[in-house]
T-cell receptor
Framework: DAMVIQNPRYQVTQFGKPVTLSCSQT?????MYWYQQKSSQAPKLLFH???????NEADTPDNFQSRRPNTSFCFLDIRSPGLGDAAMYLC???????????FGDGTRLSIL | GESVGLHLPTLSVQEGDNSIINCAYS??????FIWYKQESGKGPQFIID?????DKRQGQRVTVLLNKTVKHLSLQIAATQPGDSAVYFC????????????FGKGTLLTVNP
């Protein structure tokens, strides 16, 4: 009974071709996060939503956008993927601050 | 602050031994800490957390110790099993926001049968 579900698990796109990654949750959590994780590195926060309030990290490239149409769903849009954007993208949720974040199993993005 | 590295620290133990994974955190104002286990091809999985008003917390086969004086966090795993092999990350809330976590580098634990 997965609680944070990411689709697809693997995504291949071409250099410069827009791509959208999806995340859904059954936990009814207020906060949803997107992280980028490269090989042998820690997850790096890109942005998060508290309800509909969007919070971007200062060093997140403009190439990365996000949408949260409702509590359950959140999307990561990469407008013009470059080779350096190949990574695992992790979605997480939490009910509030000071509580664990619950992660999905990620989408591994490859750029051709 | 967060550092970027291409090589994870590693810890290799024998099955049945106890494991201790260490983490130095960066922000003395952090008041919530968490350990995650990440297996290959999966997302981080919550193991245990601790708040800054505690210095020790125990779970099933795991214990987290917090030393705020030296900004050090450790995870102890008792009777380590092959299924414990994974990368372990510590994380702290940071940046003046309780909602955000900053992750440490990670430690690769390998359990030898």
């Amino acid at each position: 009974d997965a609680m944070v579900i990411q689709n697809p698990r693997y995504q291949v796109t071409q250099f410069g071709k827009p791509v959208t990654l999806s995340c859904s949750q059954t936990l009814n959590h207020n906060v949803m996060y997107w992280y980028q994780q490269k090989s042998s590195q820690a997850p790096k926060l890109l942005f998060h939503y508290y309800d509909k309030d969007f919070n971007n990290e200062a060093d997140t490239p403009d190439n990365f956008q996000s949408r949260r149409p409702n509590t359950s769903f959140c999307f990561l849009d990469i407008r013009s993927p470059g080779l350096g954007d190949a990574a695992m993208y992790l979605c997480a949720t939490s009910s509030e601050g000071g509580q664990p974040q619950h992660f999905g199993d990620g989408t591994r993005l490859s750029i051709l | 602050g967060e550092s970027v590295g291409l090589h994870l620290p590693t810890l290799s133990v024998q099955e049945g031994d106890n494991s201790i994974i260490n983490c130095a955190y960066s922000n003395s104002a952090s008041d919530y800490f968490i350990w995650y286990k990440q297996e290959s091809g999966k997302g981080p999985q919550f193991i245990i957390d601790i708040r800054s008003n505690m210095d020790k917390r125990q779970g099933q086969r795991v214990t987290v110790l917090l030393n705020k004086t030296v900004k050090h966090l450790s995870l102890q795993i008792a009777a380590t099993q092959p299924g414990d092999s994974a990368v372990y990350f510590c994380a702290e809330n940071s940046g003046g926001s309780n909602y955000k976590l900053t992750f440490g580098k990670g430690t690769l634990l390998t359990v030898n049968p």
